[in-house]
Nanobody
């Protein structure tokens, strides 16, 4: 089982930037970021292949969020720029062993980080 440890998050003003980190122990095929607000299902934000060669970003954050991977240290980052109040959520990183196309549904991810709160004020 892949273990994921998250860091980052916090409370920032609209328009600010944050970078979330997800350190992985063990190999997987995809690592993705999801976010969740109370009473709602988790939604896919961005994902990356283990090699870092393939990335996918949800339309609602495209142009603002970037996912990347430090291959030397097995750390996946989510760089969040131009944050909006609607970005407020608990953010989770997750790992999937799916071997073909990158999944966006949470049921395809087997391991999860502990989650971190991102709050954007206006």
């Amino acid at each position: 089982q892949v273990q994921l440890v998250q860091s980052g998050g916090g409370l920032v003003q609209a328009g600010a930037s944050l970078r979330l980190s997800c350190a992985a122990s063990g190999r997987t095929f995809y690592v993705a970021w999801f976010r969740q607000v109370p009473g709602k299902a988790r939604e896919f934000v961005a994902g990356i292949s283990w090699s870092g060669d393939v990335t996918s970003v949800a339309d609602f954050v495209k142009g603002r969020f970037t996912i990347s991977k430090d291959n030397a240290n097995d750390i996946v980052y989510l760089q969040m720029n131009s944050l909006k109040p609607e970005d407020t959520a608990v953010y989770y990183c997750a790992a999937s062993k799916t071997r073909y196309s990158m999944p966006r549904g949470e049921d395809f991810y087997d391991s999860w980080g502990q989650g971190t709160q991102v709050t954007v004020s206006s």
